[in-house]
């Protein structure tokens, strides 16, 4: 009788995550072979079973041994975690069959089932990490050369790919983990997102979202998988989310800029996702050939264009065989990208009038393709498909416009000062913004500015609120601006010098942009360091809603 060998991979470690060829395969096996920790992992699955047990360092006597009681006539089952072609056993046991002379019409049967590698199963735990391009590197150099890791590091980081670490760190190896995230540092934002993941599955399971830059914070061994994120890959509800997409949003000092949810989900915003797939890659029993769909003008030409357009920035590419007939006379074409290019126009900090000619411009800019937006921040919102920010952006300058990028950044937000007449704290105004305006923070943050005590513009229900009384300051930090429980900012200081409030916005704004974690509002942030600049958090009452009865 031939004996065979099944190569398992039995998942990350939880009996409902092993397939159900691979729970039978073991059952039908003779023999198990494989490292002490994952015999007993699946323990429960086996009847009788002779089990050969090996430590973790002898994969190719343990591959040996399989492939000779194989020949012996038996089945055997050789187990990996995971999948067993992923940092596992088959590779191993088809080479040492190879040095054996094996083939299949001849030599023992050999079956590879599939598991689910640490990827997938620390992925889903994490929320939604991996989604688009990505790659898994073992940091382990007992079998590769450490340059060779290096390299491979160093590639996937400058092509944006996410990547999920594998045996990241053990007792000895503890190096290659802080080398690795020096590499990325090279190509990722300090606050990429990262996901730890230990023992996924099973007892102990341990996961952490940090990120790029303090990840070595946390807790990280031999039983971790590291997922970091791409430049796409945000954190949302304590998920790790990497888009499906590329963006083609930018804004004045990003070449690419965060789709909120529903925005992602717009046609316009990625045209190769959702319904639109279909257009770009048409399905087989479609019988209508691409010509006859242009006659038609069913084609999905326009589309495929567009999104060959945008990923080909600026590059000479070949597109002559989907274009239509008239483009088809040029045989290469060099594309421009055009995403679109979104960002705010105020008419100036104190000055809330815009001009008719502005007014003008701002129409003939946005034209039919782009949209004009009013917001309840003292701003317009314009977006605009073009390539070239700077044409558009100046023409609004020069005629006294004020632009600033959104998102989260650092807006200032001023009242019109009795329409500039209680005009002594402008300057300071002014300054502020000067400083700190457009500013990258963890979350979008409103400084709130009022010219006088009456405070009309709502300043003390801004993230930080300044109030001109009596010559001087009076500061409040940490409103809750939106939601159910919304509430203004805490009184902090009364009468801070004049000559003293820029610095200390300054510091407080660069503070919260350093330390503020990832999408952490800036009331979060102050309730969690609980003292900024010498201000202490103070708790808010918590609200007691009664049951209301209503017409009794
Ligand atoms: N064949 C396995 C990988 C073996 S290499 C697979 O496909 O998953 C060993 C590495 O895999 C570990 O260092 C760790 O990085 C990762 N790993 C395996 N199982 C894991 C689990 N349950 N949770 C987290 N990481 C795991």
Redesign the pocket.
């Known amino acids: 009788m031939k004996g065979k060998l099944l190569v398992i ?1 039995f998942g ?2 939880s009996f409902e995550h092993i397939t159900k060829r691979a729970r039978e395969a073991i059952q039908e096996s003779d023999v198990i072979i494989g490292y002490n920790t994952y015999v007993d992992l699946i323990r429960d699955l086996l009847i009788n079973q002779e089990i050969v047990r090996t430590g973790m360092t002898e994969e190719v006597s343990r591959a040996q041994e399989a492939v000779k009681q194989a020949e012996a006539g038996k089945k055997v089952a050789v187990i ?5 072609g ?3 056993m088959a590779g191993l046991i088809y080479e040492v069959l190879i040095e054996k002379g094996w083939n299949e019409t001849e030599g023992v049967g050999v079956e590879v089932i599939p ?1 689910i ?3 997938n ?2 992925a889903s735990l994490l929320g939604a990490p991996i989604m688009h391009d990505a790659c898994t590197i ?1 940091l382990s150099d007992h079998l590769t050369p450490w340059e060779r890791i290096e390299k491979r590091i160093d590639a996937a980081g400058s092509a944006d790919f996410v990547i999920a ?4 760190r053990s007792g000895r190896r503890t190096r290659q983990i802080i080398e690795a995230q020096n590499i990325l540092l090279k190509y990722r934002a300090p606050n990429t997102p990262v996901g730890l ?6 007892d102990r399971e341990y996961v952490q979202i940090t990120t790029l830059e303090k990840m070595l914070e946390f807790d990280i061994g ?4 590291v997922i970091i994120g791409n430049s796409t890959t945000f954190l949302y509800d304590g998920k790790m989310i990497t888009p499906r997409g590329y963006q083609r949003k930018y804004t004045l000092d990003r070449n690419e800029q965060q789709l909120k949810p529903h925005e992602r989900l717009k046609k316009e915003n990625e045209p190769w996702s959702l319904t639109q797939e279909q257009a770009l890659y048409p399905s087989e029993n479609d019988n209508l050939s691409l010509e006859e769909k242009q006659k038609e003008g069913t084609a999905p030409l326009t589309l495929a264009t567009e999104a060959l357009r945008t990923l080909q920035q600026n590059q000479e590419i070949e597109i002559a065989p989907i274009l239509n007939k008239e483009d088809a006379k040029v045989e290469k074409a060099v594309f421009q990208q055009e995403s679109i290019l979104e960002f705010a126009i105020s008419s100036g900090i104190a000055n809330k009038k815009f001009t008719a000619k502005q007014m003008k411009l701002i129409a003939e800019i946005a034209d039919e393709k782009g949209e004009i937006e009013y917001t309840p921040h003292h701003q317009i919102l314009l977006r605009v498909p073009t390539s070239h920010p700077d044409r558009v952006t100046n023409r609004l300058k020069n005629e006294g416009l004020l632009l600033a990028p959104i998102g989260d950044v650092a807006q200032v937000k001023a009242c019109d000062f009795c329409d500039e007449e209680k005009d002594e704290s402008i300057p300071y105004v002014n300054e502020i913004h000067k400083r700190i305006d457009g500013l990258k923070t963890p979350k979008e943050i409103k400084i709130g500015f009022n010219g006088c005590a009456m405070a009309c513009y709502g300043a003390v229900k801004e993230d930080i609120g300044i109030v001109f009384r009596k010559g001087k300051f009076d500061l409040f930090l940490g409103a809750k601006t939106i939601g159910r429980t919304a509430h203004a900012a805490q009184p902090v200081a009364e009468g801070i010098e004049k000559e003293k409030i820029v610095d200390i916005i300054e510091r407080i704004v660069q503070g919260y942009a350093n330390d503020g974690f990832p999408n952490e509002r800036f009331h979060k942030y102050f309730k969690r360091v609980k003292e900024i600049e010498g201000f202490t958090y103070r708790d808010v009452p918590v609200l007691v809603t009664e049951q209301v009865i209503c017409g009794e």
Do not use: E, F, Q, W
Not at 165 to 168: G, Q, T
Not at 197 to 202: F, L
């Open positions: 991979g990350p470690g990996s975690s995971g999948d067993a992923v940092y596992g598991g590698s640490a990827i199963s620390c073992s670490l594998y045996n990241p993941v230990k023992s996924a599955y099973r031999m039983l971790t998988t």
